[in-house]
């Protein structure tokens, strides 16, 4: 058995846990998909993760763009054949190939380094295409996806970043970090509007088992159809789903329903 085999069982594990404590819905949606996909979900998930967390780590910006150049080295380095120095790396190394749109995630989230808020709708999306859209394409590619289908999976992981991003609003405000400044009810629709046709448009994209890789979206829906029904972001808890409603719809998610 190679180095590699031997050791990676416990990085597989290592990337299921760090995904369960740090990533609690997208833990959920992954313990939906047939057993036999989780593994190629894993690295992924823990990867984005550390990348996710990388610009909050450090109130100075340069030490925490200096933390995303880690990880985008790293990550370069899993393309070259060359494991990464962390916990997770033998998980990464048979994902190569989807692990390298993570690169493009690690240079998105240098913007969530700095407390500049973005100047306009189509910079807030090509921030979701570059972050969320990537990491759902890499799992999608992961499973098994089409080529084709790149556009409307990035689509619906955009969508699904953005229902993912209102919710988190509030805290961002209370951060100083707003990602828009001087949005009102009419703003905050037609985003979520947007939103909703890329998810309508993603939904379509995929079948078989890629379709998995749409699972940590199933809150998304119900979130953006509630801002288009004019509830306020701002407001904390307003997008915060009940518990029997967040079983249910993951429920039908994994019966194909996202």
């Known amino acids: 058995m190679s180095d590699l085999a031997a050791r990676l069982p416990a990085s597989l594990t290592a990337a299921a846990e760090a995904v369960r404590r740090g990533d609690p819905d997208r833990f959920a949606a992954t313990m939906a998909a047939p057993a036999d996909l989780r593994d190629r979900l894993w690295p992924l998930y823990a990867a984005n993760l550390e990348i996710a967390r990388a610009p909050w780590a450090s109130a100075e910006p340069m030490v925490a763009e200096m933390r995303l150049q880690w990880w985008i080295d790293a990550l370069e380095g899993v393309g070259e054949g060359r494991e990464p120095p962390h916990e997770i790396g033998p998980a990464l190394m048979p994902l190569a190939g989807p692990a390298r749109h993570l690169i493009a995630v690690a240079e998105a989230r240098r913007a969530d380094c700095w407390p500049d808020p973005f100047a306009d709708r189509a910079a807030l999306w090509a921030y979701l295409d570059q972050t969320a859209g990537s990491l759902y394409w890499g ?36 951060r100083n970090r707003p990602p828009m400044a001087g949005l009102g009810p009419d703003e905050f629709r037609t985003l979520a509007e947007e939103g909703l046709a890329r998810l309508a448009a993603g939904r379509r994209a995929l079948r078989g088992p890629a379709r998995a890789a749409l699972l940590p979206g199933w809150q998304a829906r119900t979130l953006l159809g509630r801002v288009r029904k004019g509830a306020d972001p701002l407001v904390p808890g307003t997008l915060e789903l009940s518990e029997f409603s967040r079983r249910t719809g993951l429920l039908r998610a994994a019966f194909g329903w996202i």
Do not use: Y
């Open 139 to 174: 799992a999608a590619e992961a499973l098994g996806a089409p080529e084709g289908a790149e556009g409307q999976v990035r689509g619906f992981g955009a969508g699904a970043g953005l229902a993912a991003l209102l919710r988190a609003w509030p805290e961002l405000v209370a």
